[in-house]
């Protein structure tokens, strides 16, 4: 998606070189829901993200977007600017405000801009381990579970860069793994009304060479540029449809609802930068969301929070407005109930185990050290109850409660 020359953020004092975490509390670092609703926020407005959400009812947010300064940096900044560090100073609270609210965000780096200058980071950066650990400070310091990789333009032809980022995504997936965290990453690809070209293929083609996971494919079923008239909604399921039978060949041991879990869609409400050819709706929004939530996509967005007013009738390719006749947050509204409340991390059964010494007075299963538990899941354990704080398994609550590790005393059962 494009990024625009962005209004230069205040700069926050002494905070381009201090690495400030974001302490985890009981609800931090929950996986995402399976089904979630996470339209894009313009980062580089100056815009609260978190009174937006609370205006728009979008509790779940896609932050965009993270890149380099310059092209060769490995470090970076929201929007590229280095007045806007990855800090709990730039974003943290208005994140803990969502948090608190029910909702969350998906930090995204790249976007057009970046893909087309060179600045997006596994373009820029060389180093393997320098872009894993660019990845690996913003999910600590702002505690997400889930990286969006927005990639088009040169971006999808660079196959050096291409390869460093999944290498490096291969790379944060086994620290987190071993940090038991529940890190996710989505890749978001321009698509043609049946589906990944193939420059989008490539990429997935090489995750899967590497060895890295990819949990969600989020394709932009906007401009297409094709000289078309197009029925956006009738065109973002067609879309959809192919990039679900692409990934059936490239997961083959994957069930057909775990396929479409890792579908997601975004839309340019209104008209798009094509024009008025490409105009997504307000009567397409509700027939998407209904289709979305029938078919069990993992994903609904579009682009962008900011866009979804009625201030410029007739005007494509605005950020600032749809250019489109609406009410304000009409969009939002339509695909605020894709939202689901199940989480997107696999569980096991927890059933009471003879070897957990758990009083016979707790009703919550207790836990055992083989099963797998996500962000909120509770236990007993000694008389206890316990709740998860992220992923984990074998760590138990006797050795691994506090406020820095993964579970919560909640007290006695």
Request: glycine share 8%; charged share 15%.
């Amino acid at each position: 998606m494009r990024q625009l020359t962005a209004a230069v953020l205040a700069a926050v004092a002494g905070a381009a070189t201090t690495v400030a975490l974001v302490p985890a509390s009981d609800a931090a670092a929950a996986p995402l829901p399976a089904h979630v609703f996470a339209p894009y926020f313009e980062a580089w407005t100056g815009d609260n993200p978190a009174t937006l959400a609370q205006q728009s009812g979008a509790k779940h947010l896609t932050m965009a977007f993270l890149q380099a300064a310059t092209k060769g940096s490995c470090t970076a900044y929201w929007n590229g600017d280095s007045s806007s560090p990855v800090s709990a100073a730039v974003f943290g609270s208005e994140i803990a405000t969502i948090r608190a609210a029910g909702g969350d965000v998906i930090p995204s780096f790249g976007g057009y801009t970046a893909d087309n200058t060179g600045t997006e980071i596994a373009d820029s950066c060389t180093s393997v381990s320098s872009i894993a650990a660019v990845f690996q400070n913003v999910i600590t310091t702002y505690d997400v579970t889930r990286i969006d990789l927005d990639i088009e333009d040169n971006s999808l032809t660079n196959s050096a860069g291409i390869d460093r980022r999944n290498k490096a995504i291969k790379q944060v997936e086994d620290w987190a793994a071993a940090q038991g965290r529940t890190v996710q990453f989505s890749y978001t690809l321009p698509t043609t009304t049946s589906g990944l070209a193939d420059s989008g293929l490539a990429v997935l083609r090489n995750a899967v060479a590497n060895n890295a996971r990819v949990d969600l494919v989020n394709i932009m079923t906007f401009d297409y540029y094709d000289g078309a008239t197009h029925q956006m909604a009738a065109d973002t399921k067609t879309a959809a449809t192919g990039l679900h039978d692409q990934l059936r060949q490239l997961y083959p041991g994957r069930t057909d609802a775990q396929l479409w879990g890792m579908v997601g869609v975004t839309e340019m409400i209104g008209i798009d930068d094509y024009g008025p050819a490409e105009t997504f709706t307000t009567a397409d929004a509700p027939v998407v969301a209904q289709w979305a939530t029938e078919k069990g996509l993992g994903l609904l967005s579009f682009w962008a929070l900011q866009r979804d007013n009625g201030g410029c009738p007739g005007v494509g390719g605005s950020d600032s407005c749809s250019g489109v006749s609406q009410s304000t947050w009409q969009f939002s509204k339509a695909f605020a109930s894709f939202t689901s409340t199940g989480s997107t991390s696999p569980t096991s059964p927890t059933s009471p185990s003879p070897s957990s010494p758990s009083s016979p007075s707790c009703t919550t299963p207790a836990w055992t050290a083989s099963a797998v538990y996500t962000g909120g899941q509770t236990v007993s354990f000694a008389g206890r109850l316990y709740r998860a704080k992220w992923w984990t398994q074998g760590e138990s609550p006797a050795t691994h409660s506090g406020q820095w590790d993964v579970w919560a005393d909640k007290g006695p059962c």
